[in-house]
Structures are given as C-alpha cells and as structure tokens.
Nanobody, 121 residues
Framework: VQLQASGGGLVQAGDSLRLSCAASGRVFNSVVMGWFRQVPGKEREFLARITWSGGVTYYSDSVKGRFTISINNARNTVYLQMNNLKLEDTAVYYC???????????????WGQGTQVTVSS
C-alpha cells in the first residue's frame, strides 16, 4: 500500500484545514489509519486514528474536540478536519497505516510523505 497525504498549507490562527490521505494498493491487511505530526527536534506525536472497518475513532487529548478524523472507504481515503488551528499546531503531518489498533508510531508500518501545516498569528 502507498499513502499520499495532501492538504497542508499556511493558515492563520483560528482557521480550519482539511488534510487528506489517499491509500493505493492493497489495504485489506491494514486495520487502522492514523494521523501524526512532528516538529523538528521532537518525537512524532499521535493525533487520531480510525479503523477501516466500522470507522471507530480515537483521539489524543491534545486535539480532541478540534480535530475530526473520517474515512471514505469507497475512495480509500482518510481525512483530518482541523478546526480552530493554533500556532502550536504548526508541524509536518503524516498519515500511516497499521495492522494493529494502536497509537504507537513504531507499530505503523506504512507512512505517507508528510504535508506541512503552518499556522501564523
């Protein structure tokens, strides 16, 4: 499976942005799709995950209530709707798949290329 993340950009604080992650290839071994972000010098941070089957979601406390993960199974695409963006949301955002229901980055085997989100004041 290959993942293509898109939708990043430069926005102002308080704005919204929707990221997309399109999966191509064989995804049937994948159980969940997750979104992560990373800033230079820091570890990759888990944000949200959703199961391919059933669309069960789980969020980190840092984004709960502001970010929404959703899935379009017909298009093999997962979205991350980000509302009320803050300066501290500036990061490179990655999507990834795992065969496990997990939040641990090392257990996600396939990663997208990342998309930059920059929030300005």
């Amino acid at each position: 499976v290959q993942l293509q993340a898109s939708g990043g950009g430069l926005v102002q604080a308080g704005d919204s942005l929707r990221l997309s992650c399109a999966a191509s290839g064989r995804v049937f071994n994948s159980v969940v799709m997750g979104w992560f972000r990373q800033v230079p010098g820091k570890e990759r941070e888990f944000l949200a995950r959703i199961t391919w089957s059933g669309g069960v979601t789980y969020y980190s406390d840092s984004v709960k209530g502001r970010f929404t993960i959703s899935i379009n199974n017909a298009r093999n695409t997962v979205y991350l709707q980000m509302n009320n963006l803050k300066l501290e949301d500036t990061a490179v955002y990655y999507c990834a798949t795992s065969t496990m229901v997990t939040t641990i980055p090392s257990l996600f085997r396939t990663w997208g290329q990342g998309t930059q989100v920059t929030v300005s004041s």
